[in-house]
């Protein structure tokens, strides 16, 4: 019965009366939904849940979440919405005690692993959850090319059809779907949340979009053109060391500005540094960038811009950003960019040497604009208008994506929507001094995200400031701090310990 429920749902039949009963788990094995196979559906006894090898540098700490879960129900699926396509998701759903709650997490870079630490994380929180992987397999364009279909699905589909079927399967099991859903994702995974949010604004109710890929063409495009410039020659490149040299000059010039000298630059756009100090004045020492470091350290400062017409094409870096513990910094461009443009232009053989910024631009433009790119801010008048929130953040010193990009992202979702006051109920923005790429780095960077969005949408708390933490290499925090609603700062009350939030207050800088 319930799988006629659902077929009648998906073929866009009267609106079916949903039985108020549940399936067992592994009856879902036997559920039937258009153009999805269920791959298997397993309950999962508590803290039984053995993670796939080779785990990464974080594996130990995620081994203790899944060892703290509660029993679930694990379904694996494989989606095709077109014959081409072949997206595998994964949904764990708490086997007791649901709240009523899907979360879904994205991507990162371009792989294809569905985030299964993420998706603990919601389960241990009583939410269900899900992701999928992209719609491929690997980690570069190779199975994009030729395939048209699946390149929509890496550019947005498999992240909406992972949240209709989402639901769907929910409702079987629980016999109710979820009252409120919301998206949870950084870097790829902050580009697939404003794709969400502007191509499919009814899939979620609140969205904690960070550290965002998008537009993807044009952060690619500005990975090439600053790799380029770093690497122009032997003598142009920046070694690491010297950006931690960079980085400790603009901090002693600029940590004061924000009233408490902590390590921590409130606001970057405040610190007037004069940059041609920074040049050797006799011969290449460890405290200086000769000339070419000089011309390439201002290249990635500017951005990239059009050679012909000058239009700014992507916002530079903040000075002070230590490039070096990212990606854009070494010797060839970043891991995504030139996938990116293969996929794009859908040749395995294409040269990143080649990149004209004018002529190249405004072709990845035109074929990214409705696959991968969110660029038609208006149109999150859809998630607004149905009471939904968006919480955005991005790290100050993000050494992988500029936090500019975000900054203007918000500034022209707010131009879009009618100004700030019209927005700032269903919008804010959150910038973490810093914070590295969605996480990490000296700044507090580690604040429960699904509790902010969910206060906001459910109960109508707005997110005044958001009291984030910093931990020591021991895991103990040391430090926590508010993160204010842009343009606002953390201010110091004037007494009392530095690295307690509770003496500081967000205003206006
Ligand atoms: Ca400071």
Redesign the pocket.
Known sequence: MKNLCAVALLAGLAAPVWAASSTSCDQLANLKLPNIEITSATLVAAGAFTPPAGGGPNAAAQAKVYAALPAFCRVVASQHPTPDSDIKMELWMPAAGWNGRLAETGNGGFSSNIGLSSIAGYVAKGYAGTGSNTGKEGNDATPLIGHPEKVKDWGYRAVHQTTVTAKLILAAYYGNGPKYSYWDSCSTGGRQGWVAAEYFPNDFDGLLIGDPANPMSRLQANNIYVSLALNKDEASYITPPKWAMIHDKVLAQ?????????????DPMKCNFPVDSLLCKNGDAADCLTAPQMIALNTILTGSKNPRTGEQLYPGYPLGTAMAPGPIAGKSPDGSAVPTFRMLFQDSNWDFHTFDFDKDTARADQLGNNTINAVEPAKLQGVFARGGKIILYHGWEDPAISPLIQVKLYEDAVAANGGVDKTYGEMRLFMA?GMFHCGGGEGPNIWDKLDVISDWVEKGKAPDSIVAAHTNSQGYVDRTRPLCPYPEVAKYKGTGNINDAENFVCAKP
């Not at 924000?258 to 390590?263: C, H, M, P, R």
């Open positions: 600029c940590d004061a500005i924000d009233g408490v000298k902590d390590g921590l630059i409130e001094p």
